[in-house]
């Protein structure tokens, strides 16, 4: 059902979580990279906010995947080929460093030794416990998947200006 059809916008609730994540990812990114700049006294604080709304977007990110599996895509403006795939790609590579990251990222505090209380209420369980041997890797992998989030949200971005400005179509307006 995710095939192209005549309606002209994304569904309602495909808006809402884009645009949401959009923020949240807006406020989330830059948060992450300054923990390591703030005094040891108000890191904690730091990483609460940075986990919880990261542990938010994950959830997010899979009732979005839900919702678009179960509701039509409006139609594309014509494109190259080429184009389209890239589009495509783009799209596809952001769900998927934005369900990974925030895997990513729990894990790693997990296998830290530092169990996610969910804006400092709700304990979330974890499928592992502290593993000085893994937790390397694992911030490596969240690290790494924040610096592609950043270089596709901005193809993203790049790819709505181009459509909106040079090309003058509707593309952007879909998401609106």
Same mark, same amino acid.
């Given at each position: ?18 645009w ?8 989330i ?9 703030? #005094? %040891? %006294? ?19 990110m ?5 919702? #678009? ?6 139609a ?11 589009? %495509?790609?783009?799209?596809?590579a952001?769900?998927?460093?934005l ?15 530092f169990?996610?209380?969910w ?19 694992? /911030? ?5 998947? /924040? ?16 459509? #909106?400005?040079?090309r003058?179509?509707r593309?952007? %307006? #879909?998401?609106?």
């Open positions: 059902m995710s095939g192209a059809s005549s309606i002209a916008t994304f569904h309602p609730l495909l808006k809402a979580f884009h949401l994540v959009a923020v949240l990812v807006f406020a990114w830059p948060l992450g990279k300054v923990i390591s700049f703030v #005094r %040891d %006294d108000a890191k904690t604080g730091f990483y609460l906010w940075h986990e919880s709304l990261g542990f938010l977007v994950l959830w997010l899979l009732a979005r995947l839900c919702v #678009r599996f179960l509701t039509e895509t409006p594309r403006e014509p494109m190259p080929a080429a184009q389209a795939w890239l589009a %495509d790609s783009v799209q596809w952001l769900y998927l460093v369900i990974g990251m925030p895997i990513s990222g729990f894990l790693a505090t997990n296998a830290h030794g169990a996610l209380q804006f400092g209420v709700l304990p979330v369980w974890s499928p592992i416990d502290k593993s000085p041997a893994i937790a390397p890797v694992l /911030s490596a992998v969240h690290y790494w998947l /924040s610096w592609m989030l950043l270089a596709l949200v901005t193809l993203h971005i790049a790819g709505a200006l181009f459509h #909106r400005v040079v003058r179509d593309t952007l %307006d #879909r998401m609106l």
